[in-house]
Every structure is written in C-alpha cells, then in structure tokens.
C-alpha cells in the first residue's frame, strides 16, 4: 500500500511539473518582437529590424509571412512602430505601419523624429517630419491620429499638434473596462534619454490619483510619483541615473498599466 501511494505520488508530481512548466517557444533574435490580431490575417507576431529598416511579420508557427521594407530619412535610425494594421489608415486590406526615425545631433545634444505611415509595398502614404508620439481617438466624427510634432532644436522646445481623420478605428482591447475607463500610458520622449524625459499619461475619471513607478531591469525602484488629473503627462529628470535600459508603468488601486521601455544615455 505505502509503495503504491509512492509511485502515485511521483506520478502526480510529474504530471504537476509538465502541465506549469514555462517553455521557451521561439526565440527572434537581436530583434525587438511584439504580436497582434489584425482583422483579416488574424494573429501575427512582427518584428522591428533597425539594421535593415524593416518590420517582418511571423505566423502563428513562427515562419516568415511578410517582409516589408521601412524607408526612413538619410542618417536616421528606426527607432519604434507604434501601429501595424491592415485598414486603420485606408480601406484596402493590404497591411499598413506607422513608424518612428530618429536622429541625434550629438554636437547641440537634441534629438529631431520623423513619422510616416507606409503599406506593405512600401509606399510611403504619409511622412511628418518632426513627428515623435501618436495615438488614435475614438471621436464623434469617426477616428482621429494625433500626431504630435516636437522642435528641440529651438530652447525651449516646442510642440505642435497634427489631427488627422482617417477611415479606421483600432481594435478593441482585451480589458474589463472600457476605452474611456481605462489608465493609458505612451511612450516616453525623448527615448533615449539624457537629462529628462516626458511621459504622457491619461487617467480615467474612476482613478482620482495613481503613482508613475521607474524600475530598473532587474526589477528595482529607483523613482516614483504622485499623478493626478491636474497634468496630462510628466518631465522625469534623469540626469541621476545610470545610462541603462528602464522599464515604466502606472500603478492604482491594484490595476496596473501596460509597461514600456526607456532607455537613458550618457
């Protein structure tokens, strides 16, 4: 009887460890990868190839499903594609991205953007010169990108704001609330950084106050701040901190945001 609860026991264990083991499926080598649902192709995972300006698209078995080439400007780096869609910003199906190219001007220490908006072909549908963060809004008169263009050329620095309407609208995201009720978090400009860093932000009206949290990559807490509805984004002075890689979220009332990365230079 005891050998026979034994070998139960072990052939529980066993059953336990190969049911909750975390297995590396795949991995997209010196390449940032992220994955998506686009509504006629379905899932997919992309990759950004900043060496060879290019966003290459995987199946679900990780082959190779498209490739597309990423015009960016003479002496600019790829530096984020913030929207791989296939009817966001036309009505054909044909896959579409808004990118992101950077340059930096190490002599004066300032950073010029660039964005466009490119289909799979390559076409360039749209270029903004300037153009360093952008989102989509669901409005009353159809979709809206905001485009926000930044000079730091000029001190102090400025920004313009472009609107523009475009034909689509973004998938709805997997979340228990909805997009009016939920705590949005954009990327950081300028990233990298060298001295600060804005941060925009966008709390919902259930939130009345949240806490912007800054870890380092092994998990460590080196700054946090009290946001409210007061501001729609946050100047982070990074001069005191290691150059590195960070990692940035909100943080209220046990919900949390999505994580982005920064990146500080020296």
Known sequence: MKRLIFIFSI???TS?????QINLEHEYSGVSAAYIKLPVAGYKYYVMDV???QCRLYNSDHSLWKTINLSVPANYYLY????????LFNSDNSIEMLYVSYNYNATLDYYTYDTRIANESGQVLLSIPGGGYSNVYSAQTGSKLFVWVYNY???????NTLVYSIPGQTATANNDYPATERI???KAFPNPATNSV????DLPNRINQAELKLYNVTGTQVKSFIIDHSFDNLVVQTSDLPAGMYLYRIEAAGFKSETYKLSINK
Do not use: A
């Open 11 to 13: 052939l529980l264990i």
């Open 16 to 20: 336990f460890h190969s049911q909750g």
């Open 80 to 87: 984020d594609i913030q929207f791989v869609t296939e009817n």
């Open 51 to 53: 060496t060879n300006n």
């Open 198 to 201: 804005t941060i925009p932000y």
């Open 153 to 159: 050329s000029v001190s102090p620095s400025t920004v």
């Open 184 to 186: 949005l978090l954009s």
